[in-house]
């Protein structure tokens, strides 16, 4: 901490390291908000594992290189004393051999991340529904903690400008459901875009003996203990520009307008309870809406050694729907995440279960594969398949509204990235989609529809 006088007012100013960082970060913050999702360029910096720098203050500042090593012994986590490798979205857990990307700085007590990611993307879904759009989706975070007391203090934020740069209705995505636009009709075959406000939430963790601790987290927005990390979080799905079809299934709750979740670690065993919100965002992406506190969900995670991830969750969700108020949601999901690592390249695959039992209404479930590849920071080679039981394909006025139907979906996709220059990390990627339907869909959809996306992506 820095101590300057101000002689001509004879008062004194302090500058903590965290008004440190946010100066040497905001230059960067600002182009990639600003300039990246409406130009297609922009700031990123991508490092391998925990490659970042250290700042020590003796006398005079000095800066340190780490390597992924070094970092990844040195860094534990905001909620326990593990691999700060092994957090993910909210409090969930990814396997701890994963690389975390992003810029990591140390600031006299404070550890500090930025990660961000932005796509310029040509998206044409094929088929009688599908559409085709030039969009960019986008996220930009950064986590913050310090020794306070006898524990750790935690702060996150999560910003997106899709309400800008993917617009009210979102991106076409065949087969995907959930949400509105406009209060009135539901966004059918398209993916909706994130809140300006995606996670506002603060930690504080004790160790409670040598391998344990107690953590709570409060977010306004944040993420409940339900389901697996979120898709765009989670290694096997970051680099993936679309959303899984089974979003609403397994981590539709990553932007909960009121949660707070109390937890106990137990060496690689993690069990945890939230209080939270309900609702779904509305169709205003701009504003922080009013907590309610209506559903509650708790989680069961263990991870037995740096390569797999397992959790199993239940969750109440009360009135998720805008447009269907009077149906609460009681939902099941089961994950595990496998990840290797060899030289400079990581792989991660993840299989996940969810089911949806609406109170009225039916039992619909929904299945997750993928998977990713990342070659030498160079190549990267990513697939998903899905299985999935949609009830809400159709308006109100259709005869097939609210008729379930048990889809199927297999994508695979390829990114160049190419070699950092002046801290970008730019990538050229594609994807496919194949979409498997019941024969009384075809009519609507098209016997076997094929979509595709090209894409510019950066990321920090």
């Known amino acids: 901490m820095n101590t300057v006088m101000e002689n001509q007012t004879n008062r004194y100013r302090i500058t903590t390291p965290i008004e440190q960082y946010m100066k040497q970060t905001l230059a960067i913050t600002v182009v990639f908000l600003f300039g990246l999702p409406l130009t297609g360029t922009g700031l990123a910096q991508e490092h391998e594992g925990h490659h970042g720098t250290a700042q020590t203050e003796q006398g005079k500042h000095g800066r340190q290189s780490m390597g992924e090593h070094d970092m990844s012994m040195g860094m534990h986590g905001m909620l326990g004393a593990y691999p700060m490798t092994r957090e993910a979205s909210g409090t969930s ?36 529904r599908g559409n085709r759009e030039v969009v960019s989706t986008n996220m930009l975070m950064g986590m913050a903690q310090r020794p306070l007391g006898p524990g750790t203090f ?4 999560m910003f997106s400008l899709e309400p800008l740069t993917v617009g009210r209705k979102g991106y076409p995505l065949l087969l995907q459901s959930g949400e509105t636009d406009n209060g009135k ?16 939430a603060l930690t504080y963790s004790v160790s409670v003996g040598l391998d344990s601790s107690a953590f709570a987290y409060v977010g306004w927005p944040g993420e409940p203990a339900l389901g697996p990390p979120t898709f765009m979080h989670r290694f096997s799905g970051t680099d993936n520009p679309e959303a899984p079809i089974t979003h609403h299934w397994l981590d539709s709750t990553h932007i909960t307008h009121g949660v707070t979740t109390l937890g106990y670690i137990w060496k690689e065993i993690k069990l945890e309870g939230s209080l939270f919100t309900g609702r779904e965002p509305d169709e205003d992406r701009w504003d922080l809406e009013k907590p309610r506190f209506d559903s509650f969900a708790g989680r069961f995670s263990y991870n037995p050694n740096p390569h797999w991830a397992f959790q199993t969750s239940y969750g109440h969700i009360d009135s998720p729907e805008q447009l269907e108020p009077e149906q609460d949601t009681n939902r099941f999901t089961i994950s595990a995440s496998y990840h290797h690592r060899w030289d400079r390249t990581h792989w991660q695959t993840t299989a996940a279960w969810g089911r949806n039992r609406n109170d009225p209404g039916r039992d619909l479930d929904g299945f997750l594969v993928e998977s990713l590849v990342n070659f030498n920071k160079t190549h990267i080679v990513f697939g998903r398949a899905e299985t999935v039981e949609k009830s809400e394909l159709f308006f109100e006025a259709d005869p097939l509204h609210g008729k379930s139907f048990t889809v199927h979906k297999v994508s695979l ?36 529809p094929f979509s595709f996306m090209l894409f510019i992506r950066a990321k920090l």
């Open 93 to 128: 857990w990814q396997p701890e051999g994963a690389s975390m990307e992003g810029i990591h700085t140390m600031q006299g007590h404070w550890m500090l991340m930025t990660h961000g990611l932005a796509t310029l993307m040509y998206d044409n879904q094929g088929g009688e």
């Open 154 to 157: 935690g702060a996150r934020g």
């Open 185 to 200: 009709t539901p966004l059918i075959d398209r993916q909706h875009p994130h809140d300006l406000f995606m996670e506002l």
């Open 413 to 448: 996709g390829y990114i160049y990235d190419f070699p950092e220059q002046h801290q970008v990390q730019w990538g050229l990627g594609g994807l496919g989609s194949l979409h498997f339907l019941p024969e009384r869909l075809e009519e609507a959809y098209e016997e076997t």
